[in-house]
T-cell receptor, first 111, second 114 residues
Framework: GESVGLHLPTLSVQEGDNSIINCAYS??????FIWYKQESGKGPQFIID?????DKRQGQRVTVLLNKTVKHLSLQIAATQPGDSAVYFC??????????FGTGTRLKVLA | GAVVSQHPSWVICKSGTSVKIECRSL??????MFWYRQFPKQSLMLMAT?????????EQGVEKDKFLINHASLTLSTLTVTSAHPEDSSFYIC??????????FGPGTRLTVL
């Protein structure tokens, strides 16, 4: 079946460096994507979103890139901080409210 | 932003008992809420869509008689795990959309079945 998946299960990054987390999706009809951050024992928190008619969107220290040709999403975190340590999920919207989550990548920030 | 709460935050129960988990939207109304299950070090798997005033819609492979969902009001959905077994132990998370492009998640409920 169709799914949203991630390439790397764990990413270790030195504090202050930039982080790039990747996600592949398979439903070419998806029109909206979201990145979520989940800290241990908590629910996911919205980070940034992007519509399929865009290829880049920037927030505070975060940028999402969308490549529809290869069905690939990435989340870039600038100047990674210890507080960024968490699991990051991409999600794909199916229908008006339904979201399908990718596998997840654990980001470890090294001091 | 919008707030979604869950209760309890954690629960331990004996095998064979039923457990009810509540999901509330605190500052907005939600005609639709979603229930997810998350096993350790895994992603969130959508279990069902809770619809206010009508039956829930379950994802393929999710037993509707095992996971009873009731969307009693515009701010409350409940998930009851019936006759719980150790394999039902998981982190259960709900979400609710204040608007079409928004989805807020509850803090999750950790269920441990002994």
């Amino acid at each position: 079946g169709e799914s949203v998946g991630l390439h790397l299960p764990t990413l270790s990054v030195q504090e202050g460096d930039n982080s790039i987390i990747n996600c592949a999706y398979s439903n070419s009809a998806s029109d909206y994507f979201i990145w979520y951050k989940q800290e241990s024992g908590k629910g996911p928190q919205f980070i940034i979103d992007i519509r399929s008619n865009m290829d880049k969107r920037q927030g505070q220290r975060v940028t999402v890139l969308l490549n529809k040709t290869v069905k690939h999403l990435s989340l870039q975190i600038a100047a990674t901080q210890p507080g960024d340590s968490a699991v990051y999920f991409c999600a794909e919207r199916r229908g008006t409210y339904k979201y399908i989550f990718g596998t997840g990548t654990r980001l470890k920030v090294l001091a | 932003g919008a707030v979604v709460s869950q209760h309890p935050s954690w629960v331990i129960c004996k095998s064979g008992t039923s457990v009810k988990i509540e999901c509330r939207s605190l500052d907005f109304q939600a005609t639709t809420m979603f229930w997810y299950r998350q096993f350790p070090k895994q992603s969130l798997m959508l279990m069902a869509t809770s619809n206010e005033g009508s039956k829930a819609t379950y994802e393929q492979g999710v037993e509707k008689d095992k996971f009873l969902i009731n969307h009693a009001s515009l701010t409350l959905s409940t998930l009851t795990v019936t006759s719980a077994h150790p394999e039902d132990s998981s982190f259960y998370i709900c979400s609710a959309p204040p608007a079409a492009n928004e989805q807020f998640f509850g803090p999750g409920t950790r269920l441990t079945v002994l």
